[in-house]
């Protein structure tokens, strides 16, 4: 069969030069025979030797380069698998059709589609969502087109296609009270001129101070942050060498009146000493040396007290081994620990000592093994365990035999090969034992139950299963261990609310009068009729109320409505919801879930527990988050564009060569060029420019 697929692969076809997508097709006709199968890419990958991402590359035709490419071999061995020559394979996609309803009804929905396809639709969507004023994201497009966005996203035209589009259609920047940042950009300069007198460095939180506005605040305007940075970064260069060098002198100062009052030298205490925060003065490289040159930290502190208690332990320690060795006992970190009452994880965390007892083990050759001898002397010190266990009437297990016998850990006892055997052969008589107990103590129980359930029946009655437990002697928990008995109990008493109720039960007119009573009680005190309202006041629960039709009626009657059901509850959500995402839209104020909880009156998880909300909800928050970080990244590549047009200049006054490290130092942002397009674009034409006028110049 080989010969004669290679055959037909050899021979001119019709299909080599009249559908480009042909291989596409051939994928769509390897997956409809793999579901006819039902079956799965993990059901196959074992049997064919292909990886599950083999399997993916030859089903959606990938015939680029690269380890996603399908290769020939791959399907051979696929079309071996399915059980159909590969040359039929062919001929069937040739001869199939993309309306295939084949294709239409395949669980991969959309999967089987061509780009071509899904590029239709796409732009059909776009078209809409235009057309209809919604905000174009992916999100939008993804529920217009009924395509997951993984499943667009396999597709480079469809990718492309949906970028572009994204991109082109950003929007506007939030429109701000332009009065209001007027007024705050004439303080900004009020307070630059201060710090200028008082010949302080002019930062971002030096100004907010001054202001009264937080420092996170003044990226909310534009002009006043386009102001700042200008200003402090054409300012900063002049004021840091003397700044640099008063801050030194202050902290040189503080400094050396911590060390005359013996306090600690720490960042917190310097900062407290001078006035001044730590990340203020850290930022200089002197002044950083400096105060590390004195620096006492609690880390140091603690180092320095370890190691002199580490001093003072290895005296004690070396007793305890001498101890050990002459009583002839094991030498190990718990035998050490319990005679300097220490526990032995503490002991390891001392590095001479762990090494000093690491040492004695060794050389004394009681790591692990006590120097035991041969098999046979553990295998005799294992049985007299056993028999010592089983005399005691403790549990028999592989770490009541090593403490029994003492100074041999659990790993070294399965080195023994006779001692294995030994245990494993008890503990599976053992574990027989105990399946034969179990079994005769359920039978006890059985018949226990019997005879209670008998008695209980006689007197005509209900029971419950505490009173079965109290004939029989045990708990309802220690009963339900025991399948047979769980289901007995289950059998006979399935429904112990009832016997409960119809112990308790009061008559119909008794409730009916104690519930008129808490309706005349609530309408005096004018609280609102509500079913939990009524419970309370007669000491019934909800349920029991609303067995009675005559007491429903009353409520009925009295005002008690009830509650809507959930689908009309949901749409009247819905509208509210919708009407507080408009409001916030037209006041220009961010979209989250707890802000539309708080204007519907709602609480957050009550919210999004209806469906239909909880899409709305979540679809309009990631639209609204997502338009606020494209307008932040365009208001900031603004900013940055015109703060590198000033420091082009810069270098182009100072006859200076134009990097993009250059442009990084003068405006203080690493990668500027890489992180926003249109800055690097400038830069890029900037450094041309500058090589051509070089070039001419030489020339």
Same mark, same amino acid.
């Given at each position: ?7 037909f ?9 009249t559908d480009?997508a042909f @291989?596409e097709?051939i994928?769509q006709e390897?997956?409809?025979l793999?579901?006819?199968k039902?079956?799965k890419? +993990?059901?196959?990958s074992p ?11 030859i089903?959606l035709?990938?015939n ?5 490419r ?12 399915l059980?159909i020559?590969l040359s039929d394979?062919? +001929? ?6 993309e ?7 395949t669980p991969g929905?959309?999967?089987?589609r061509?780009e071509?396809?899904v590029?239709?639709?796409?732009r059909?969507?776009?078209?809409l969502?235009?057309?209809s004023?919604?905000?174009?994201t992916?999100?939008a ?9 993984k499943?667009?996203?396999k597709?480079d035209?469809?990718k492309?296609?949906?970028r572009e589009k994204i991109?082109?259609n950003?929007l506007?920047s939030r429109v ?5 940042e007027?007024q705050?950009?004439e303080?900004?300069q009020q307070?630059?001129q201060?710090l200028?007198?008082?010949r ?10 001054l202001?009264?506005l937080?420092?996170? =605040?003044?990226?909310?305007?534009p002009?006043l ?8 970064d054409y300012t900063?260069?002049i004021?840091?060498a003397?700044?640099e060098?008063? %801050?030194?002198?202050q902290?040189?100062?503080?400094? +050396?009146?911590?060390e ?17 925060r730590?990340?203020t003065?850290?930022?200089y490289d002197q002044?950083?040396a ?5 620096l006492?930290?609690r880390y140091?502190r603690?180092?320095k ?16 081994l ?6 002839g ?6 035998s050490v620990?319990?005679l300097?009452g220490?526990?032995?994880t503490r002991?390891?965390t001392?590095?001479?000592?762990h090494?000093l007892i690491e040492?004695r083990?060794i ?9 035991r001898?041969?098999n046979d ?7 007299r365990?056993?028999?010592?266990l089983?005399?005691q ?6 770490? =009541?035999?090593?403490r029994e016998?003492g100074g ?6 399965k080195t ?5 055997m030994?245990v ?6 053992d574990?027989?034992?105990q399946? @034969?107990q179990?079994t %005769?103590?359920e039978?006890q129980l059985?018949s226990?139950?019997?005879?209670a359930?008998q008695?209980?029946? =006689?007197l005509?009655?209900p ?7 109290e ?6 928990s220690?009963l339900?261990r025991?399948?047979r008995?769980?289901a007995l109990?289950?059998q ?5 609310h009832?016997y409960q109720?119809d112990?308790n039960q009061?008559?119909e007119k008794?409730?009916? @009068?104690?519930v008129k ?6 309408t ?7 079913l939990n309202?009524?419970?309370r006041?007669t000491?019934?629960?909800r349920?029991?109320l609303m ?5 429903v009626l009353?409520?009925?009657q009295?005002?008690?409505k009830k509650r809507?059901?959930?689908s009309?509850?949901e ?10 995402i408009?409001v ?11 802000k539309l909880?708080d204007m ?11 469906a239909q909300?909880k899409?709305l909800i979540?679809?309009?928050v990631g639209e609204?988050k997502k ?5 932040y ?8 564009t015109?703060?590198?047009?000033v420091?082009?200049?810069h ?5 200076r ?5 250059a442009i990084d130092? %003068?405006?203080?942002y690493?990668r500027v060029?890489s ?6 674009v ?6 041309r420019?500058?090589?051509t006028?070089n ?5």
């Open positions: 069969m080989a010969s004669k697929e290679i055959e692969l050899l021979n001119p076809q019709p299909w080599e030069t480009p @291989q097709k994928g390897f997956m409809l793999r579901y006819k039902q079956l890419h +993990m059901d196959v049997e064919t030797g292909l990886s599950i991402g083999i399997l993916s590359s089903e035709g990938h680029g380069s690269g380890s996603k399908a290769r020939l071999r791959w399907y051979f061995m696929y079309a071996r698998y059980g020559p394979i062919f +001929m069937n996609a040739l001869e199939k059709k309306e295939d309803p084949r294709i239409m009804t929905k959309y999967y089987l061509s071509d396809w590029m239709e639709r796409v059909e969507a776009c078209r969502l235009e057309m004023g919604q905000c174009l992916i999100k497009v993804t529920v217009a087109t009924g395509i997951t966005k499943g667009l996203y597709y035209r469809v492309a296609f949906l991109d082109n950003k506007s701000r009270d332009s009065q209001f007027e705050l950009l303080m900004a307070a630059a201060e200028l007198l008082a302080k460095p002019i930062t971002h939180r030096a100004v907010s101070d202001l009264g937080p420092e996170r =605040a003044i990226v909310n305007y002009q942050k386009k102001f700042l940075g200008l200003f402090v900063r260069p004021l840091t003397e700044c060098r008063t %801050l030194l002198e902290v040189r100062i503080g400094v +050396m009146e911590l005359e009052l013996r306090l600690p030298v720490t960042y917190q205490a310097i900062s407290e000493k001078i006035g001044i730590s990340y003065w850290l930022a002044i950083r400096f105060v590390l040159q004195h006492d930290s140091l603690g180092l007290e370890r190691e002199q208690r580490e001093e003072a332990l290895i005296p004690h320690v070396l007793e305890a001498n101890e050990l060795e002459s009583a006992k094991s030498v190990t970190f718990k620990g319990k300097l220490i526990s032995h002991l390891k001392y590095p001479r000592v090494v040492q083990m050389s004394l050759g009681s790591r692990g093994r006590r120097g001898g041969s002397e553990v295998l005799s010190d294992v049985q365990s056993i028999s010592s089983i005399g009437g403790a549990r028999v297990n592989n770490e =009541a035999i090593a016998m041999i850990s659990v790993v070294t006892l023994y090969p006779k001692v294995r030994l494993d052969d008890y503990l599976s008589s574990h027989h034992y399946l @034969q179990f %005769l103590r039978e059985l226990q139950l019997e005879a359930i008695d209980l029946e =006689a005509g009655k029971f419950s299963q505490s009173e079965l437990c004939k029989v002697g045990m708990s309802i220690g339900k025991y399948p008995v769980k109990l289950k006979k008493t399935p429904f112990p009832i109720r112990r009061l008559e008794d409730i009916m @009068q104690r009573e808490a309706v005349i009680d609530l005096d005190r004018g609280e609102p009729i509500t309202r009524v419970a006041q000491h019934h629960t349920r029991v067995q009675y039709p005559q007491v009353f409520l009925e009295s005002g008690y809507k059901p959930r009309d509850r749409e009247e959500l819905l509208n509210l919801v919708k009407e507080a408009l916030c839209k037209n006041n220009g104020q961010p979209i989250t879930q707890k909880s519907v009156g709602l609480g957050t998880h009550t919210l999004l527990s209806y909300v899409a979540a679809q309009t609204d338009e606020r970080q494209e307008r990244f365009q208001e900031r590549q603004d900013e940055m015109q703060r590198v047009v420091a082009l200049q270098l182009r006054d100072q006859n060569k134009i990097t993009k490290r130092k %003068l405006v203080h690493s060029c992180r926003y397009p249109k800055v690097r400038l830069v890029e034409d900037a450094i420019a500058q090589r006028t070039e001419s110049n030489t020339d």
